[in-house]
């Protein structure tokens, strides 16, 4: 029985991972070398590449600095009462139970041009909705959760004693939090950045929904392969998709070399 739920096991991976993985390979050569490069090379897709690039960077950026923030003020903050609390962590986890299709379309819905609050920042020049700060916000939406749910776990762990050991001798707030708080979530941050830059670079539904998809100009590397998939140009989107898989697959290698090295220390 054992060897049977093992066989199953190694049926399954081979079912969803390695063979889908293949297939994308092939058809990425499916013109050669020569093929691929051509794919890469093209202008909508340097374009799309350099896009993902822009949203990647700007939203774990910003996912890095709110997600610590927020972390910290769920488990220690006193000052938020316990249903406020038990509230955020709820909303927290909304873009889990929310599709990404749907989170695109709430913020369509509030920052498009046909709303208050889109014709409101066009009024001043801002265009939200079918541009790079729309892209942005779906993508933070959906990878909001990832950054919180590294570090509360850990801070809750470790507790809050030397923390109010420092500000008894006198520490002040940032002191507190570099000297003590960030060498004990350091390595969740990095779980978390990982995760994020992984978790940004595959975003599609949102994006796509927001973006508009428009060629050279908010189009992504995920929605480009979605419009060469349309267009039965398997070679172009297993090309594109090849290059997000290696990206991927680079950063769970990132991850266990990180969890090792956290081990060590």
């Given at each position: 029985?054992?060897?049977?739920?093992i066989?199953?096991?190694?049926?399954?991976?081979?079912?969803?991972?390695?063979?889908?993985?293949?297939?994308?390979?092939?058809?990425?050569?499916?013109?050669?070398?020569?093929?691929?490069?051509?794919?890469?090379?093209?202008?909508?897709?340097?374009?799309?590449?350099?896009?993902?690039?822009?949203?990647?960077?700007?939203?774990?950026?910003?996912?890095?600095?709110?997600g610590?923030?927020?972390?910290?003020?769920l488990?220690?903050?006193?000052?938020?009462?316990?249903?406020?609390?038990?509230?955020?962590?709820?909303?927290?986890?909304?873009?889990?139970?929310?599709?990404?299709?749907?989170?695109?379309?709430?913020?369509?819905?509030?920052?498009?041009?046909?709303?208050?609050?889109?014709?409101?920042?066009?009024?001043?020049?801002?265009?939200?909705?079918?541009?790079?700060?729309?892209?942005?916000?779906?993508?933070?939406?959906?990878?909001?959760?990832?950054?919180?749910?590294?570090?509360?776990?850990?801070?809750?762990?470790?507790?809050?004693?030397?923390?109010?050991?420092?500000?008894?001798?006198?520490?002040?707030?940032?002191?507190?939090?570099?000297?003590?708080?960030?060498?004990?979530?350091?390595w969740?941050?990095?779980?978390?950045?990982?995760?994020?830059?992984?978790?940004?670079?595959?975003?599609?539904?949102a994006?796509?929904?927001?973006?508009?998809n428009?060629?050279?100009?908010?189009?992504?590397?995920?929605?480009?392969?979605?419009?060469?998939?349309?267009?039965?140009?398997?070679?172009?989107?297993?090309?594109?998709?090849?290059?997000?898989?290696?990206?991927?697959?680079?950063?769970?290698?990132?991850?266990?070399?990180?969890?090792?090295?956290k081990?060590?220390?």
């Amino acid at each position: 029985m054992r060897k049977l739920w093992i066989g199953l096991t190694y049926l399954v991976f081979f079912l969803l991972i390695a063979a889908p993985l293949g297939k994308m390979t092939a058809g990425a050569f499916s013109q050669g070398p020569v093929g691929l490069w051509n794919a890469l090379v093209r202008p909508e897709a340097l374009h799309a590449l350099m896009m993902t690039g822009f949203v990647v960077v700007v939203v774990t950026l910003l996912n890095t600095l709110f997600g610590i923030m927020l972390a910290l003020y769920l488990v220690r903050a006193r000052w938020i009462g316990r249903r406020l609390k038990g509230l955020l962590n709820s909303i927290v986890d909304l873009p889990y139970a929310v599709s990404p299709v749907i989170g695109g379309l709430m913020i369509v819905l509030l920052l498009g041009p046909d709303s208050a609050l889109g014709a409101l920042f066009e009024g001043i020049g801002l265009k939200i909705v079918y541009a790079f700060p729309g892209m942005v916000i779906a993508t933070l939406f959906v990878t909001f959760p990832l950054m919180v749910r590294e570090i509360m776990p850990v801070l809750q762990e470790i507790g809050s004693q030397q923390e109010e050991a420092a500000s008894t001798l006198g520490a002040y707030g940032w002191t507190t939090f570099w000297r003590v708080t960030w060498p004990s979530i350091r390595w969740a941050v990095v779980y978390g950045v990982i995760l994020t830059v992984a978790r940004s670079l595959g975003e599609f539904g949102a994006v796509l929904v927001v973006s508009g998809n428009i060629m050279n100009k908010t189009q992504t590397a995920t929605t480009l392969v979605y419009q060469d998939v349309e267009n039965f140009n398997v070679t172009a989107a297993g090309g594109v998709a090849l290059v997000l898989a290696a990206f991927s697959v680079g950063l769970l290698l990132l991850m266990e070399w990180t969890k090792r090295r956290k081990g060590v220390h």
